[in-house]
């Protein structure tokens, strides 16, 4: 990207090269450390290239004695756009002004890019950023990464490390989120592993203690699964911790009622569409703020940031907001769309009931039932139904 603005700077011209031997001027340019760039073969004996304007100058004068033919296809760059506007001082002066401003704005952060977070948002790590000082506008100097990052370890405790790294006016944020530790267990607390709900037991791993029952025996809500009190003839009763995990099968039953009618949306047709320009912070909106109407409406925002030749970015975003206008009506909600909606929500509460487990067969099925549809999932699952208790000790209830 920076090449290319020095390019731009130094001014770029595209020739076509006509030749019956073409690889002589290659090897031209490869002899005399001639710079060119967009190499594009049109037919066997003829190509074009792209070069800076003295590497132009260079190539003409060398390949004077090469039987070639040199056509200037284009010429773009600074040098060339001052000598359009040489008579035109007021607009001359005025492009140098603008070509400064721009190369004194890219002394200044105005877009920001955030990898590596998956828990902690965006928002969040940019607001972090924004109270310690850094935010769209600072200027890309004015800050120190260690002290920097000190600061937002300390806001955001999820993150063990962050880098703020500038390149141009772009500040490219790159943190790693802290792993949790396993939680502790105190091996010297005794307990037993009870059953958290009704299932048929298909594998038993105990960790200490001595486990109950066997795969194939079908347990309720309550019971002892591993005992943390373990009989022995020589030793006596020993309290252990009576931990395991203990896998089997579970059957749900889950009902969810779902209203027949709902509200949809209709597009009248009516669109607007207005534009502002966003620089760092600020807002220019390009239309009157009251023509906008308070009707209901969808609002769809395109942002596109403004770039010179080569890619460089400008501080500066056109936005396009369109509204879509709609009215809403009331429709029947037909049987299908009914399972469809109650599916996502009987799927997701029998998900968040589980501790550790899996779905192996679901069955939905539903009826019409005062005004709605009654839909009804019956679930078969393979779940970790195991849960430590604690066998209360002297000076505990």
């Not at 001082?89 to 590596?116: M, P």
């Not at 802290?178 to 958290?196: F, I, L, M, S």
């Not at 709902?262 to 597009?267: I, L, M, P, Q, R």
């Not at 409406?297 to 206008?325: H, M, N, S």
Request: glycine share 8%; with cysteine.
């Amino acid at each position: 990207m920076l090449q290319r603005a020095v390019n731009f700077c130094l001014g770029e011209v595209t020739v076509e090269v006509e030749s019956a031997f073409p690889e002589r001027v290659l090897n031209l340019c490869s002899a005399h450390g001639i710079p060119f760039w967009d190499l594009t073969w049109r037919s066997p004996v003829c190509f074009s290239i792209t070069m800076t304007r003295g590497s132009w100058r260079l190539l003409r004068q060398k390949a004077e004695r090469l039987d070639a033919k040199l056509t200037v296809e284009g010429k773009e760059g600074l040098p060339y756009l001052a000598l359009r506007l040489r008579r035109r001082t007021v607009l001359l002066a005025g492009l140098i002004a603008c070509v400064g401003l721009f190369f004194f704005s890219t002394l200044f952060i105005w877009d920001f890019t955030i990898e590596g977070n998956r828990t902690v948002s965006d928002e969040e790590i940019l607001r972090s950023l924004q109270k310690n000082g850094v935010t769209l506008g600072t200027f890309a100097f004015a800050f120190r990464s260690d002290d920097l990052r000190n600061h937002v370890l300390l806001d955001i405790p999820e993150l063990s490390y962050i880098a703020v790294n500038v390149s141009g006016c772009r500040a490219n944020v790159q943190v790693r989120e802290r792993v949790e530790p396993p939680e502790d267990v105190d091996k010297r607390k005794p307990g037993n592993t009870v059953a958290v709900r009704d299932g048929l037991v298909t594998e038993i791993r105990p960790y200490d203690g001595e486990k109950l029952v066997l795969p194939g025996t079908t347990v309720q809500e309550g019971q002892l699964l591993i005992s943390g009190v373990v009989d022995d003839a020589q030793a006596g009763t020993r309290f252990l911790m009576g931990r395991g995990k203990v896998y089997a099968r579970t059957w749900y039953q889950l009902r969810c009622k779902v209203p027949m009618e709902k509200e949809e949306k209709v597009y009248t047709g009516k669109e607007k569409t207005v534009f502002a320009l966003c620089w760092g912070t600020k807002r220019v909106n390009l239309y009157n703020s009251s023509s906008i109407d308070r009707e209901d409406c969808d609002k769809i925002t395109l942002r596109t940031q403004l770039t010179l030749p080569g890619g460089i970015a400008l501080p500066i975003t056109v936005v396009k907001e369109t509204y879509r206008y709609y009215e809403t009506e009331t429709v029947e909600r037909t049987q299908e769309e009914a399972e469809a909606l109650a599916s996502q929500v009987l799927s997701k509460t029998l998900l968040s009931g589980m501790d550790e487990g899996l779905v192996e067969e679901e069955q939905y099925s539903s009826v019409v039932w005062e005004n709605g549809y009654l839909v009804e999932l019956a679930a078969e699952c393979r779940e970790q139904i195991g849960r430590f208790v604690e066998i209360p000790t002297e000076g505990q209830e």
